[in-house]
């Protein structure tokens, strides 16, 4: 199994507070991601990092901010959580950017706005 | 933009019983990868197998088997003589490069049950 842990494993929080959670990898991979999963949605990009200090958006990047000042840690911000951010998340890693790349995933978050 | 498509939201299956998962998938690139996830009662996501646009020979692992078809845009997955440790959503995924990574882009998912 690839060496990717999340915290918390699960939050309960009130609209209007910030709220950060944590992805730490141990494989030293390059590529971090998390996607969040919804009911009817599958899994969707919120953020990428393919490098300490490189991140870019993805398609539901809004309300959502990352940071990564080291390889084995990728930070996902809520600045001000709505209930619409009621969701699981997930961490994932991969060796390489290149499609042909699996992505391995943490075991998720679940995070509750209210 | 790509796109997934997993119809079946839901099969419920007899333990032994053969299941197939349907994929559908849409894109401009002449060059993609597919994926298909698993995802356990317990939560967590597990890799089962990538496959390239460039070779359509059917994979086969165990129980589990997946047919390719360009023709139809479809990446299928069957399991063989289902078991009831195989419920679990299914995941089907397309791989898009990005410029700098490349992102996944899942289809919605289809639960089995596997009932005895």
């Known amino acids: 199994d690839a060496g990717i842990t999340q915290s918390p494993r699960h939050k309960v929080t009130e609209t209007g507070t910030p709220v950060t959670l944590r992805c730490h990898q141990t494989?030293?991979?390059?590529?971090m991601y998390w996607y969040r999963q919804d009911p009817g949605h599958g899994l969707r990009l919120i953020h990428y990092?393919?490098?300490?200090?490189?991140?870019d958006k993805g398609e539901v990047s809004d309300g959502y901010s990352v940071s990564r000042s080291k390889t084995e840690d990728f930070l996902l911000t809520l600045e001000s959580a709505t209930s619409s951010q009621t969701s699981v998340y997930f961490c994932?890693?991969?060796?390489?950017?290149?499609?042909?790349?699996?992505?391995?995933f943490g075991p998720g978050t679940r995070l509750t706005v209210t | 933009a790509q796109k997934v498509t997993q119809a079946q939201t839901e099969i419920s299956v007899v333990e032994k019983e053969d299941v197939t998962l349907d994929c559908v998938y849409e894109?401009?690139?002449?060059?993609?990868?597919l994926f298909w996830y698993k995802q356990p009662p317990s939560g967590e996501l597990v890799f089962l197998i990538r496959?390239?646009?460039?070779?359509?020979q059917n994979e086969i692992s165990g129980r589990y088997s997946w047919n390719f078809q360009k023709s139809t845009s479809s990446f299928n997955f069957t399991i063989t003589a289902s078991q009831v440790v195989d419920s679990a959503v299914y995941f089907c995924?397309?791989?898009?490069?990005?410029?700098?990574?490349?992102?996944?882009?899942f289809g919605t998912g289809t639960r089995l049950q596997v009932t005895l």
């Open positions: 994932a890693i991969s060796e390489s950017g290149r499609e042909d790349y699996e992505q391995y």
């Open positions: 494989e030293n991979h390059r590529y």
């Open positions: 990092s393919y490098g300490v200090k490189d991140t």
């Open positions: 894109t401009r690139d002449t060059t993609y990868y």
């Open positions: 496959r390239n646009s460039f070779d359509e």
């Open positions: 995924a397309l791989s898009e490069a990005t410029g700098t990574a490349s992102k996944l882009t």
